[in-house]
């Protein structure tokens, strides 16, 4: 599954990532991808990639560094900035968007395929 997290710097798109992994049991650190652009992380069965693309720059990075592989329908994947690498990350399932208030955030969140669909609908139960 793919989840695009979408909005400008310090949106929250981390926090949530952070919160996500451990409301799942994830007792660990969860580093901001920064600078390696990939953190990842196994909880019970499931297999999370989060990736920052912020500082993405070179296509020829995107096979070198396997990213092209992570993407491969058994890893969950939680993209900060996919629009940095545009062309090479595969389509979102979901797409979380973020918007900064002066108190919170809102967020809208988008569901593009069936198996996201039902993600939001288990949400909304
Ligand atoms: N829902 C929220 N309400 C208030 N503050 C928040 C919320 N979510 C995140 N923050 C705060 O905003 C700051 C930046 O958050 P975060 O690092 O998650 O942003 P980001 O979207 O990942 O930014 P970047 O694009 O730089 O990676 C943090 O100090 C965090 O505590
Ligand atoms: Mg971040």
Not at 18 to 25: F, H, K, M
Not at 76 to 104: H, N, R, T
């Amino acid at each position: 599954m793919v989840v695009y997290l979408r909005g400008d710097l310090g949106a929250g798109k981390t926090t949530l990532v952070r919160a996500l992994l451990r409301a799942l049991g994830l007792a660990g650190r969860v580093k901001s991808p920064t600078y390696a652009l990939l953190e990842q992380y196994r909880i019970g069965g499931l297999h999370f990639r989060h990736f920052d693309l912020y500082r993405f720059r070179d296509e020829s990075e995107w096979e070198a560094a396997g990213f092209r592989d992570e993407f491969d329908g058994r890893n969950i994947c939680l993209v900060e900035w996919p629009e940095k690498a545009q062309g090479l990350v595969p389509g979102a399932d979901l797409e979380i968007s973020f918007e900064m208030l002066p108190s919170g955030r809102t967020l809208t969140v988008c569901a593009n395929t069936a198996v996201a669909e039902e993600c939001l609908k288990l949400l909304q139960d």
